[in-house]
């Protein structure tokens, strides 16, 4: 499938507020961005940054102030599109009188699949995202990351081209993230586009075929996650230990100790030095590592940067 | 259709699980005791008693229902967020709001279905054998259960723009002014200028005439209800609520969700 599965035209989203509602909050700022057909796009930034709004704008939950935005080819307004599209809303609750089983059959009947149908991909989907157990209890009773898993569940069940999920990590415990995290390849491997947003910046790096950082309402970079972060390496870390009898040496002063171990970073250049001298004194190394910077790392650079602006702004408006 | 019908069932569903019908137990209680009473106290004006008892009970407990949830319809499920994940189906924002009108019309349409029968039963205990014109109590259910769909109506119309109390209390206010439409119509009042006479006249005729849904008093001393009345009032229904839920649909297609 060829082609942008996602298209964002200067989306802007404006909220009123104040007396009369005369002040305009900007919530997102001329958002523009393309999510290519059959990708993984990891939508990253700090609480209020703009991404829940950006999803909520493409699931028509809210309308824009200006701008446009097109699913698989379609505008958002055009209602059809969404027979294709899967949505995990941020925090999901859902009818709490149903049972699982009862809510996706409920949410299948939209999608004019035949009851038996229906039957079978309720059970395919209660197992795959671990509920066929509980899928007789009432959704009252269950747990946030079982109701995260009910919501992941709802998304694909019609087997949708786009899957738009929003922080679907959020709750879930180790296990719980690493079969959303399984679910979402799997979705990649079948040719469907996922959009995530997400907090959790190790699995946007584990997962993400691109990825796009929002802060303060405006699109900061898009780009694979390697090249967000540059290829360049920050040093080297060194991992050794020191038996009883080793001498005293220089290294050990810049190391830092944990238990019997020290990590010590040096330049790529001070690296042999560096060996030698942990060899000549006895020491055991364990390990040495190329230091690259990480997308926390990119991604805690923007945040700052924009905080700094923000607050340069404020003296000078002062 | 099949949208709207979809919604609707489940919001039935919904109304049955969250013990909304429990009412008829206090209804049936309701009955049973002033068949017992009245039978002992009333000599000659059983029928009046009990139809006018049973019928007001009737009208006021789907009030309660069609005022507080119809409300709630919207609401809640903007509060609660449970919209979110099926306004991604592809479901309209209209369909959405018709399904869930048509599904407490329907929880509605039971509930006062099962209150009629049991009234009826009331009326059979303590006054043997009935006559044709005993029947008319079901005719005065159905005006009733017009007047809940078209109050359920206003009730979604204003949730859709404003908070769920000040709805509560716009219905509210709409429900007991309509009540008094007619009396507005003819309004004469000395201390009022010719203006504002004029005005209160026009908002009037902009209220629902809820007069015209009742027919207890009629019906309590076993005269009969105009098939013509009936008929006026089921359209006079069907315009009117059709045009609210337009304004409805129109309100919430452009809302924000938070």
């Not at chain 2, 206090?26 to 009245?38: D, E, S, Y």
């Not at chain 2, 106290?41 to 009046?48: A, K, P, V």
Request: include cysteine.
């Amino acid at each position: 499938m060829p082609g942008a599965a996602i298209e964002i035209e200067n989306l802007s989203k404006e909220y009123p507020y104040g007396f009369l509602n005369l002040k305009k909050k900007v919530s997102l700022e001329n958002l523009s961005m393309r999510v290519e057909a059959g990708e993984v796009f990891g939508f990253l930034g700090p609480n209020g940054a703009g991404k829940s709004t950006t999803i909520k704008l493409l699931m028509r939950l809210i309308f824009p102030t200006s701008g446009t935005a097109r699913i698989l080819g379609k505008s958002i307004e055009d209602v059809s599109t969404h027979q294709s599209i899967g949505y995990l809303p941020e925090q999901p609750y859902f009818y709490d009188y149903l049972t699982a089983a009862e809510l996706l059959d409920y949410f299948a009947r939209f999608h004019r699949l035949t009851t038996d149908d229906r039957r079978e991909r309720v059970q395919r989907m209660l197992k795959k995202v671990g509920l066929e157990t509980a899928k007789s209890i009432q959704l009252r009773k269950y747990s946030k990351g079982m109701l995260q898993r009910v919501g992941m569940a709802q998304a694909i069940l019609h087997e949708p081209e786009v899957v738009v999920l929003d922080e679907p990590m959020s709750g879930l415990d180790p296990l719980g993230r690493r079969e959303v995290r399984d679910i979402i390849l799997a979705l990649k491997r079948e040719g469907r586009t996922v959009l995530f947003s997400t907090h959790i910046l190790s699995d946007a790096e584990m997962l993400c075929d691109r990825v796009g950082v929002i802060v303060g309402g405006k699109l900061r970079g898009v780009g694979t996650p390697g090249e967000m972060v540059g290829i360049q390496t920050q040093g080297m870390e060194i991992l050794f230990e020191v038996p009883g009898a080793a001498k005293k040496f220089a290294l050990m002063d810049r190391a830092t100790r944990t238990g019997e171990r020290y990590r010590v970073q040096v330049s790529e250049g001070q690296l042999y030095e560096a060996l030698d001298e942990l060899k000549g004194a006895g020491a055991r190394i364990l390990s040495v590592a190329q230091i690259k910077p990480t997308l926390e790392d990119f991604f805690m650079d923007l945040v700052e940067a924009d905080r700094a602006q923000a607050s340069a702004v404020e003296v000078s408006g002062k | 259709m099949k949208n709207i019908w979809i919604v609707a069932t489940n919001t039935f569903r919904e109304a049955v699980r969250d013990r909304v019908l429990y009412n008829l137990v206090f209804f049936a209680l309701l009955m049973m005791a002033a068949a017992i009473v009245v039978g002992q106290i009333s000599i000659g004006i059983e029928q009046t008693v009990i139809v006018s008892l049973g019928l007001a009970a009737i009208s006021l407990i789907g009030l309660f229902i069609a005022v507080f949830i119809g409300v709630g319809l919207v609401s809640k499920e903007m509060d609660k967020r449970t919209l979110y994940a099926l306004l991604a189906k592809p479901v309209k924002r209209w369909e959405f709001l018709l399904g869930k009108y048509a599904g407490l019309v329907m929880t509605l349409t039971v509930n006062t279905g099962a209150m009629a029968v049991g009234l009826y039963a009331a009326l059979w205990s303590v006054k043997q054998p009935l006559v044709g014109s005993d029947a008319y109590v079901f005719v005065a259910v159905y005006l009733i259960l017009l007047k809940l769909a078209l109050i359920v109506a206003l009730a979604m119309l204003f949730s859709c723009f404003t908070t769920p109390f000040l709805a509560i209390l716009f219905t509210a206010g709409v429900y007991v002014a309509g009540v008094f439409a007619y009396d507005l119509r003819t309004i004469q009042a000395l201390n009022l200028s010719p203006a504002t006479v004029k005005m209160v006249r026009g908002i009037s005729y902009l209220l629902p005439n809820f007069q015209n849904f009742n027919v207890t008093g009629a019906v309590a001393h076993a005269r009969g209800v105009p098939g013509a009345l009936v008929l006026h009032v089921t359209f006079y229904t069907l315009v009117y609520c059709a045009l609210v839920l337009t304004g409805a649909s129109a309100v919430f297609s452009r809302r924000n969700l938070k």
